[in-house]
C-alpha cells in the first residue's frame, strides 16, 4: 500500500464519508486548493481495487507550538524552538474503518514527517485530535500538552525509535 498526493481530477472525494462533516468538507472543497497554494499537503490511500476510491487520507503541515507547555526536559532540550510538524487532519472513511486502515496512515505520516525533518529539522509532531480519538493516537506513543488535553504531541527521537 502507499499513498498519493490528492488528485482532485482523480479522486472521488464526494463519495468519501468518515462521519465528521468538517473533514468530509475539508477534504471535498479545500484540501487540493490548500496543496495548490504550498499551505498544506494531503495524501490519500486507493482502494487498490477502484483506484478513484479514497479509503483515508491525511493532511500534513507545520505549526508553532508553545514551548512552555511541553514537559520541563523537553523545554530545556528545545529551547528556543517554536515550530513543528502537524497532522492537521487524518480520517478513513467509514467502510473502511477497524481494519487497520488508520493505524497505518497514521505510521506512513509520521514516516513522511520523519523523512521531512531530516532536511528540515523540527523536534516535535503535534496533532489536534478530535474528542474520541484522544486513545487512538496515545496509543502510538502521543502525549498531551501540559495546558490542552486534546492537542497532543510525539518526539522525532520517539518516532525514529519506533520506525526505525
Ligand atoms: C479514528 C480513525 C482514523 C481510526 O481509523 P481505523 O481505520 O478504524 O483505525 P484502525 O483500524 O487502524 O485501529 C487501530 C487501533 O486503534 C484503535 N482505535 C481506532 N479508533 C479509535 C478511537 N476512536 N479511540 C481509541 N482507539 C481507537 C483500534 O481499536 C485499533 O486498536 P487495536 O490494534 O488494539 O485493535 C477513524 O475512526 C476515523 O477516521 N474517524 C473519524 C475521523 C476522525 O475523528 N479523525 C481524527 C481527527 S483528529
Redesign the pocket.
Known sequence: MITVQLDKKKHNRDAFD???DA?NNYLRVIAGQQSSRDNTRTFVLEDANVSESII?FYTLTMTSFDLNALPEKLQKKHNNVKTGGL?A??????R???????????IDALKKLLLASQIVAFPIII??????????????GFAAFLDTPDKLFITLVDVRASLE
Open positions: 468518515c462521519g465528521v473533514l483515508g497532522i487532519r487524518l480520517a478513513v472513511d467509514k473502511y474503518v477497524k481494519q487497520g486502515f488508520g493505524e497505518w496512515l497514521l496533532v489536534d485530535a478530535k474528542e474520541g480519538v484522544i486513545q487512538f493516537y496515545k496509543k502510538f
